[in-house]
T-cell receptor, first 113, second 115 residues
Framework: SQTIHQWPATLVQPVGSPLSLECTVE??????LYWYRQAAGRGLQLLFY??????ISSEVPQNLSASRPQDRQFILSSKKLLLSDSGFYLC????????????FGQGTRLTVV | AQTVTQSQPEMSVQEAETVTLSCTYD???????LFWYKQPPSRQMILVIR??????QNATENRFSVNFQKAAKSFSLKISDSQLGDTAMYFC????????????FGTGTRLTIIP
């Protein structure tokens, strides 16, 4: 069966520090991968999505970046965090071809102080 | 550009009553899929129901059903016989079929079921 792992679960980082959030999927190959951010009381903002290695689309131009070093690994990074980067970050995967359900990780609560 | 709009930030309803959550979307594509996801206080996202745009018949899953109006680009969720466990954030989502794979979510509706 397929599983998705996202870590860490919580993170408190000072302004200006780097960020690395990791997401891995097991039990499938060539998944679509997504990073979302959910600010307090708000909807899911799509940050990045990837339909394959070296195929990453950015939805929100800001100080975040994403990489996919392996087929089932998706990393969200920042060189210097801002206060506005605080939020709940969710990784998700789907098998693609439109219809299939997206499965989400447990999320990372990031607080930038 | 793909956009999804949920105009009801918060709703509440008495237990056992019926509630309808609204969602509208905008796309120039003809083939796409629509979803409703539920996010309970645990924050785990759960698929509630999905609808293929090429199907005219509205999808149903037990107490959950949708009213899909393609011409109006409307996709509402009806919850019948609401239960306390239905208390959650509900997100409408949209994906274009083939070649795009961008899964876009609305801003969500916070639904509270009152005992």
């Amino acid at each position: 069966s397929q599983t998705i792992h996202q870590w860490p679960a919580t993170l408190v980082q000072p302004v200006g520090s780097p960020l690395s959030l990791e997401c891995t999927v097991e039990g499938t190959s060539n998944p679509n991968l997504y990073w979302y951010r959910q600010a307090a009381g708000r909807g899911l903002q799509l940050l990045f999505y990837s339909i394959g290695i070296d195929q990453i689309s950015s939805e929100v131009p800001q100080n975040l970046s994403a990489s996919r070093p392996q087929d089932r690994q998706f990393i969200l990074s920042s060189k210097k965090l801002l206060l506005s980067d605080s939020g709940f970050y969710l990784c998700a995967w789907s098998q693609g071809v439109g219809d299939t359900e997206a499965f989400f990780g447990q999320g990372t609560r990031l607080t930038v102080v | 550009a793909q956009t999804v709009t949920q105009s009801q930030p918060e709703m509440s309803v008495q237990e056992a009553e019926t509630v309808t959550l609204s969602c509208t979307y905008d796309t120039s594509e003809n083939n796409y899929y629509l979803f409703w996801y539920k996010q309970p206080p645990s924050r785990q996202m759960i698929l509630v129901i999905r609808q293929e745009a090429y199907k005219q018949q509205n999808a149903t899953e037990n107490r959950f059903s949708v009213n899909f109006q393609k011409a109006a680009k409307s996709f509402s969720l009806k919850i019948s016989d609401s239960q306390l466990g239905d208390t959650a954030m509900y997100f409408c989502a949209f994906i274009v079929n083939f070649g795009n794979e961008k899964l876009t979510f609305g801003t969500g509706t916070r639904l509270t079921i009152i005992p």
